[in-house]
T-cell receptor, first 113, second 113 residues
Framework: NAGVMQNPRHLVRRRGQEARLRCSPMKGHSHVYWYRQLPEEGLKFMVYLQKENIIDESGMPKERFSAEFPKEGPSILRIQQVVRGDSAAYFC???????????FGPGTRLTVT | SQQGEEDPQALSIQEGENATMNCSYKTSINNLQWYRQNSGRGLVHLILIRSNEREKHSGRLRVTLDTSKKSSSLLITASRAADTASYFCATESGGDSSYKLIFGSGTRLLVRP
């Protein structure tokens, strides 16, 4: 059983471009969570999704950030018009229904130049 | 400040010694989890301790939880150079947002060979 997959592992974008980060949960997991980690800090919750539903996006910046988890395919975290402050590691985690253990992917390191 | 705060921020020990890291939190929790993160990599789940448990062991790891003091400790015995990493505690609170893991800022452990 493959773990949580994230791609790309590293992403470089110029200011003003769009960044699309993908997350494929573990097989059988229908819950996806996105976290952001700034340098030298812990992870901060961004959003919790189930298939075709955003359950909690209280940690998402109000502008430029969006997330989806379609019926088919990976979950996508989209950042429009990136700024230098968006440079961070973005981690996705997944869990099966009824479980409180989250399994983390390897992360995508976004660098905005 | 954050729900989970680790102490110390950085720890340097000799191989073979024990390493103890502490985590304090503010609100009531369902469980507390410890993760390891090697430099620039993803998170590895180490151990989960529930609010009704006081101590848990896994290999060379020993975790304690004191809900009256709202604190937890992670002990790594007979440390190895490969244990060099950042260690994070993450709490899961009860209620409607129980899925939202709240991470501390981590303890950076260096094990000198």
């Amino acid at each position: 059983n493959a773990g949580v997959m994230q791609n790309p592992r590293h992403l470089v974008r110029r200011r003003g471009q769009e960044a699309r980060l993908r997350c494929s949960p573990m097989k059988g997991h229908s819950h996806v969570y996105w976290y952001r980690q700034l340098p030298e800090e812990g992870l901060k919750f961004m959003v919790y999704l189930q298939k075709e539903n955003i359950i909690d996006e209280s940690g998402m910046p109000k502008e430029r950030f969006s997330a989806e988890f379609p019926k088919e395919g990976p979950s996508i975290l989209r950042i429009q018009q990136v700024v230098r402050g968006d440079s961070a590691a973005y981690f996705c985690a997944s869990s099966p229904p009824g479980s409180d253990e989250q399994y983390f992917g390897p992360g995508t390191r976004l660098t905005v130049t | 400040s954050q729900q989970g705060e680790e102490d110390p921020q950085a720890l340097s020990i000799q191989e073979g010694e024990n390493a103890t890291m502490n985590c304090s939190y503010k609100t009531s929790i369902n469980n507390l989890q410890w993760y390891r993160q090697n430099s620039g990599r993803g998170l590895v789940h180490l151990i989960l301790i529930r609010s009704n448990e006081r101590e848990k062991h896994s290999g060379r790891l020993r975790v304690t939880l004191d809900t009256s003091k709202k604190s937890s400790s992670l002990l790594i015995t007979a440390s190895r150079a490969a244990d060099t990493a950042s260690y994070f505690c993450a709490t899961e609170s009860g209620g409607d947002s129980s899925y939202k893991l709240i991470f501390g800022s981590g303890t950076r452990l260096l094990v000198r060979p």
